[in-house]
C-alpha cells in the first residue's frame, strides 16, 4: 500500500543507512528547536519521531524528511509563554486538521504560483540560515553566564574536526559509494574523539548547556496518548485558533517547497495535496501525543537525499532509530562530537546553497534579480514562510506592471464612417487605466466598435472598465460596440445593466477568472 521498500532508484540499504546518518543528525536539531518553542527537549524529540514517521508513511514526497523546525517553533514560543504547552498541543491539533483540509481541498496546487526567483531566495536564504545555526556550536557559557566564542585549543579542535569530517563526505564518494559518506565521518570523529580523548563538546555537552542541568539525558520513554488538558469551548479556540492558522501555512509552505526542491534534485515528482495531508495528520498525532509538531526539514532531506535516501524506508528508518536512540542507545548517542554535527550541515549548507544564481542574476532582468536577493535577505532577518509571501507578493506586482504596459490600440475605420478600435494585449486590474485612456469618446464618431480578437479580459476590474468605457460614449449620446468578447463577458455585463451594445460575431470560447463564474 505504502510503496515501503522501494520507489524507484532507492535501495534498501541505501535507504536504511541514509535514515540512520538523518536520525543523528536530528538530535542537536529537535533539542534545539524544542528550547526555541519553550518546552522540553523530550518534546521536540518526539515530534521529530513523530513526525518523521507519520510523513514518511503517508506523505506525498518519498524521501523527504519532517520533524520539529525553527520556522514553526519561533510562532509557538509566544503561545507556550502566554499560555502553556497543553494550548500548545491543542492549537497544532488544530493546525494539523486545516493542513489536511488544505490537501483534501486540492489547496496544495497554489504552490506553483511561487516563482523560480523566489525559490532560488528560498534555498540561499534557507542555506544561510542553517550555516548561521551551526555558529552557535563555536559558543559556550562562561563562569558569569554570558555566551563567548571558543577560542584556543578548543576552538582549534573543533575547527580540526569539523575540517575532518567534512573532508570525509567529500571524498570517500570518490572512492566508495557503498555507505553514505555522512554515516562514516559522524562514526569516524566519534572514534577519534573517544580514542585521544579530545576535550570537545559532544551532544550531552550540548543538552545540558540548553536545559542547565547537569544530571540531564536525553534517554526517555515512550510517547504516551493524552487528550490536551485545556477547556474546550469558544474561549480556547481563540486563543489557538489565530497560531493553529500561523502554524499550518507556514508549515504547508515550507513542506512544499522543500518538495519542490527535492523533485528538482531527484527528477521526480512528489504529491503536494497528499503531502499536506500527511503534514496534517502528522501535527493531529503529535497533538495527542505531547509532542510539539512540525513540517518538512530541508536540511535532513538534503543529507537523506545526498546519503542515497530516496525511499519512504528512509524516513521510516530515521524516526524508528531515533525512537531507539531515546529508548535504547541514549548513552551513546549523547557521545557523538558536535564537530561532527556542525560538519555534516556545514556540507548541506554548500549544497543547498544556489552558488549558480550568481551568474544567473547578471543575466536575467534586474526585477528577478532583486526578488532573489529580497527573499534571501527576508529570510535570514525573519522567517521563511514570510519570505515567501513577500517574494510571490513583489513578483506579481512586477508582473501586474509590466503587463500592464503592454495594452495598446491599433485604430482604423469601417464603412459609414464607423471608428474601430483593434485592442492588444490583456486587460486586467493593472491595464485598465490605460484602457481607458486609449478612447476619445468626446471626438469619436457617432459608431465605435472595440475588437477583443487579439486581447483577454482577464478579471471583473476588466469587466468593469469595459462598462465604464460604455457609459462614456453613451452620455457623449454614441453607441459603443464590442467584438470578439467572450460569451462569459456579455452574460457578466448584461447581469450588471451594461449599456454596451455587443456583436456577437466570431466571438471566442474562453473563461474567464471571475468569482461570479465559480
Known sequence: MFDIIRHHSSSVRADVLSGLTVALALVPEAIA?????????????????????????????????????????????????????????????????????????????FIRIVPYPVMIGFVNGLAIVIFLAQLDQFKLINALGDEVWLTG???????????????????????????????????????????????????????????????ATMAGSL??????????????????????????????????????VIDEMTSTRGKGNKECIGQGIGNMTCGVFGAMGGCAMIGQSMININSGGRGRLSGITAALALLAFILFTAKYIEMIPLAALVGVMFIVVLGTFEWASFKVMRKVPKHDAFVIVLVTTVTVFTDLAFAVFVGVIVSALV????????????????????????????????????????????????????????????????????????ERYVNAGKTLHLRHLSPDCVLLLKKAGSLVEVNMIEDPHYRIGDDKLD
Open 33 to 109: 528547536f524544542a528550547f526555541v518553542a519553550g518546552v522540553e527537549p523530550m518534546v521536540g524529540l518526539y515530534a521529530a519521531f513523530i513526525m518523521g514517521l507519520v510523513t514518511a508513511l503517508i506523505g506525498g514526497r518519498p524521501g523527504m524528511i519532517s520533524g520539529a523546525t525553527g520556522a514553526m517553533a519561533v510562532v509557538m514560543v509566544a503561545l507556550v509563554s502566554s499560555h502553556g504547552v497543553q494550548y500548545l498541543f491543542a492549537a497544532v491539533l488544530l493546525a494539523g486538521l486545516i493542513q489536511i483540509l488544505a490537501g483534501v481541498f486540492k489547496l496544495g496546487k
Open 153 to 215: 585549543e578548543p576552538l582549534y579542535i573543533m575547527l580540526g574536526l569539523v575540517a575532518l569530517t567534512m573532508a570525509i563526505i567529500h571524498f570517500l564518494p570518490k572512492l566508495t559509494t557503498a555507505v553514505p559518506s555522512s554515516l562514516v565521518a559522524i562514526l569516524t570523529v566519534t572514534g577519534i574523539v573517544l580514542y585521544f580523548n579530545l576535550d570537545t563538546r559532544n551532544v550531552l555537552d550540548f543538552l545540558k548547556s540548553m536545559t542547565g542541568d547537569d544530571s
Open 223 to 260: 510517547p504516551s496518548f493524552a487528550i490536551p488538558a485545556v477547556p474546550w469551548n469558544l474561549e480556547t479556540l481563540k486563543v489557538i485558533l489565530p497560531y493553529s492558522c500561523i502554524l499550518a501555512a507556514v508549515g504547508l509552505i515550507e513542506s512544499l517547497l522543500t518538495l519542490t
Open 399 to 470: 508582473f501586474a506592471w509590466e503587463h500592464a504596459k503592454h495594452i495598446n490600440v491599433v485604430i482604423g475605420k469601417e464603412q459609414d464612417d464607423c471608428k474601430v478600435y483593434r485592442l492588444n494585449g490583456p486587460l486586467f486590474f493593472g491595464s485598465v487605466a490605460h484602457f481607458l485612456d486609449l478612447f476619445d469618446a468626446k471626438n469619436d464618431p457617432k459608431d465605435v466598435i472595440v475588437d477583443f480578437e487579439n486581447s483577454r479580459v482577464a478579471d471583473h476590474s476588466a469587466l468593469d472598465a469595459i462598462d465604464t468605457l460604455a
